[in-house]
């Protein structure tokens, strides 16, 4: 059977119904499991019990959030092209009490040119999918990480069919509102393949990196960047 084909999605995240509707939405299970999986990988590359990581596409800087509440020695820089998104991480961080060690930068994740900083932890959730050509990410990724340095980087991956998505929206989405369901879909068909991400890593020079389904809609990307 033909595998379903990719239908991109708008990449940033910028208007206020959509903000709004996933600043509501609950993602707290699978952000805190993509913290867990981001300290766990850099633990693996030898960081230590102060690290700093760059979360790329953070919107409403959930994972950071989290990251520095498990670690409490880690500070992270949390970069999102959205405005609003950051407007909207900008209260969560001070919130939660965090802005001396989150730093929010607006900047496109696919050439941060001003960022010379290694980091010891390279981190994304849910952005690879928003991306028309995730090359230029790739090369970002590999860019920012000291040498040795870990990745994580976590996504949905594409089901098989359009009925399959819809299967999965119901699944975990059928209680939120029409909008938020709307936009879970449009990710899903967004997606890439376990299988195109592979091939994304081999151009980059990151073929090291292992890739992963771990649930039924996500994929994980972990390892360590080749000194
Ligand atoms: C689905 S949200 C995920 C947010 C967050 N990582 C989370 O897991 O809750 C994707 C985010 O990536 C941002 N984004 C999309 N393209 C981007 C780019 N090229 N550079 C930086 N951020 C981008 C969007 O604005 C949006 O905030």
Redesign the pocket.
């Given at each position: 059977m033909m595998a379903m084909a990719r239908v991109p999605e708008p990449?940033?995240?910028?208007g206020d119904l959509e903000v709004r509707a996933?600043r509501q939405a609950d993602?707290r299970a699978v952000?805190l499991t993509c913290a867990r999986r981001a300290l766990r990988a850099a633990d693996r590359a030898g960081a230590g019990s102060e690290g700093r990581a760059i979360?790329?596409?953070?919107?409403?800087a959930?994972?950071p959030i989290l990251l520095c509440e498990l670690a409490p020695g880690w500070r992270v820089t949390a970069?999102?092209?959205?405005r609003p998104?950051l407007e909207a991480a900008r209260w969560n961080v001070e919130r939660a009490g965090l802005a001396s060690r989150i730093r929010l930068v607006q900047?496109?994740?696919?050439r941060l040119r001003g960022l010379r900083r290694r980091f010891d932890l390279v981190l994304?959730?849910?952005?690879l999918h928003?991306?028309e050509d995730p090359a230029p990410f790739w090369r970002e990724v590999r860019r920012l990480a000291r040498p040795g340095g870990a990745v994580l980087v976590q996504d949905l991956f594409r089901p098989a069919s359009r009925a399959e998505a819809r299967r999965i929206v119901a699944r975990h989405a059928g209680g939120e509102s029409r909008l938020l369901r709307r936009l879970f879909y449009r990710s899903l068909l967004a997606a890439f393949s376990p299988e195109e991400v592979r091939f994304q890593l081999r151009v980059a020079g990151l073929g090291a990196l292992e890739v992963r389904r771990v649930s039924d809609r996500h994929l994980v990307v972990r390892g360590r960047v080749r000194p």
């Open positions: 990449e940033v995240m910028d996933y993602f952000n979360d790329l596409g953070t919107g409403p959930e994972i970069v999102d092209a959205s998104m900047g496109d994740a696919k994304s959730n849910s952005l928003h991306l």
